[in-house]
């Protein structure tokens, strides 16, 4: 196990990783920057593989959970990236028709993350769906990096299509009762934010750290949101301003919150981004938030 402490680590150090994680900096930039806080017995190689995602010590659900049912299933994407991958994940015993979740990832395809996030909606009572918005390039290749760049590649508008698809399959999906919400994060929560714009019969949004849409474009949300913010994540929280006031003009039904003092991924349990108060919290509230919406 890495011997970096969090608490070591500056925070300009984080602000970098962010930069490198959403395309503003390429990672031969990225090295060079980090190579200035690699001092006191830090080298940049450590500091590299402190700020990489842990899948292998941190995913929550086991593969073979007793509890829940997973499979990966296609859907057609007419609009989007046409035959689309996603794993569907269930719990076992239910005797009733579940609400749905579409559960968005990152800017980097499904990874092991956010099929975690999936599995554990599933033991909270729901159906999730977890689209790759990759499959028509090949899929998550197994590496965050060149998910990125892989997800670079793509046209988002057309992969907003890819989660609408989904919401529909899961809405018509025969084990579902109808009420289809979605959580999502970083990009997720931007595709979460939108499709609460684009679809009338969405039930609930979670956006995680999500860009807020067009002013002109929160009359037609009829969703109920809870928006979760990081304190420390300025390049997001910036516009939550103009985005409040537009849903407060608009009379839409909103609950927001902005976690002090974490940094944009808080939610995310594989990186030191990690804030396991803020994130448990987040996720209590958002469990919450689906069972008072969608069951």
Not at 10 to 15: A, G, I, R, T
Not at 198 to 217: C, H, K, N, R
Request: hydrophobic content about 35%; some cysteine; aromatic content about 10%.
């Amino acid at each position: 196990m890495n011997q970096i402490k969090k608490e070591d680590i500056k925070q300009e150090v984080f602000d970098l990783y962010d930069d490198y994680a959403h395309n503003r900096v390429n990672r031969r930039d990225f090295m060079q920057k980090l190579s200035l806080y690699a001092v006191g017995g830090l080298t940049v190689p450590s500091l590299m593989s402190f700020l990489m995602p842990d899948y292998k010590n941190t995913l929550q659900v086991k593969k073979d959970d007793p509890r829940i049912t997973s499979e990966y299933i296609y859907y057609d994407s007419p609009k989007g990236g046409g035959r689309i991958k996603a794993l569907l994940s269930k719990p076992v015993d239910s005797q009733k028709k579940l609400g749905g979740i579409v559960v968005v990832h990152e800017n980097r395809g499904l990874n092991p993350y956010i099929e975690d996030v999936a599995k554990r909606a599933a033991i909270a009572g729901f159906i999730t769906i977890a689209p790759d918005a990759l499959t028509p390039l090949g899929g998550y290749p197994g590496d965050d990096d060149k998910g990125r760049e892989m997800q670079s590649k793509l046209d988002r508008n057309k992969m907003l299509e890819d989660f609408i698809s989904a919401f529909n399959y899961l809405k018509n999906h025969k084990d579902c009762n109808g009420k289809v919400g979605v959580v999502g994060f970083c990009f997720g929560g931007w595709i979460a934010n939108m499709m609460a714009v684009e679809l009338p019969d969405l039930a609930a949004a979670v956006p995680f750290y999500g860009s807020q849409p067009a002013a002109e474009d929160v009359p037609k949300i009829q969703a109920p949101l809870l928006l979760q913010y990081a304190g420390l994540d300025t390049r997001i929280t910036e516009g939550w301003p103009v985005y409040e006031a537009a849903l407060k003009a608009n009379h839409k039904q909103y609950t927001a919150y902005i976690y002090p003092n974490v940094n944009h991924g808080f939610h995310n349990d594989t990186t030191p981004r990690y804030d396991k108060d803020a994130a448990e919290l987040a996720w209590h509230r958002t469990i919450d938030f689906f069972k008072d919406k969608l069951q």
